[in-house]
């Protein structure tokens, strides 16, 4: 299994532009995440899916859209993008057990200039 | 809403000796998970441990256990005889057992492993 697999690793974007972050995860996961993290401030959620066809805000989700069309795959959409934006990205995924922990991609660092 | 607290933003320990990581968390619920994720400087996010809330036993793996304190809503972190390859950044999460399905973060402790 490739477990969660994120991409691009890192891109630069210009304020104003707009990207998608792609997520896929082939362990048949319902649960899907995205967190950023911002150095010393942890894990934020932006938004989060608990099956295909559902989505769900999180506690940071202004200035992005998700979508979740197939179980396997979450892509994080960041429209007009603004320097606020500049962080390191998580996609992650879980069973839906109560005590399944997260499993995670390996991070995109996005830089916003 | 639920909480967590790291308060400890960075800590070091000698090589081959036992250094204890500080968590708290804030809930009105009676059950929920607890785990501790490692995060090296390659970035991945590696599960260290989890433990259950209505488990009264605290959870051990290998090197790594916890002292899980229920009622003071405290759930530490010990690592024994470290190693250089433990330090890392380590994070506290919380998962509801209510259904919202959301795991909760603490800021982080980095650990430092002197040779």
Redesign the interface.
């Known amino acids: 299994n490739a477990g969660v697999t994120q991409t691009p690793k890192f891109r630069i974007l210009k304020i104003g532009q707009s990207m998608t972050l792609q997520c896929t995860q082939d362990m048949n996961h319902n ?1 899907m ?1 995205w ?1 950023r993290q911002d150095p ?4 934020k ?1 932006i938004y ?1 899916s ?1 099956g295909a066809g559902i989505t769900d805000k ?1 506690e940071v989700p202004n200035g992005y859209n998700v979508s979740r069309s197939t179980t396997e795959d979450f892509p994080l959409r960041l429209e007009l993008a603004a320097p606020s934006q500049t962080s ?1 990205y ?1 996609c ?1 995924s879980s069973y839906m057990e ?2 399944s ?2 499993h ?1 991609g ?2 995109t ?1 996005l830089t916003v200039t | 809403a639920q909480t967590v607290t790291q308060s400890q933003p960075e800590m070091s320990v000698q090589e081959a000796e036992t250094v204890t990581l500080s968590c708290t968390y804030d809930t009105s619920e009676s059950d929920y998970y607890l785990f501790w994720y490692k995060q090296p400087p390659s970035r991945q996010m590696i599960l260290v441990i989890r433990q259950e809330a209505y488990k009264q036993q605290n959870a051990t793996e290998n090197r790594f256990s916890v002292n899980f304190q229920k009622a003071a809503k405290s759930f530490s972190l010990k690592i024994s005889d470290s190693q250089l390859g433990d330090a890392a950044m380590y994070f506290c999460a919380y998962r509801s057992d209510s259904g919202t399905y959301k795991y909760i973060f603490g800021t982080g402790t980095r650990l430092k492993v002197l040779a």
Not at chain 1, 40 to 43: D, E, N, P, R
């Open positions: 649960y995440y967190y010393g401030m942890g894990l959620l989060y608990v999180g390191v998580f992650a109560r005590n922990p997260l995670f390996n991070g660092r």
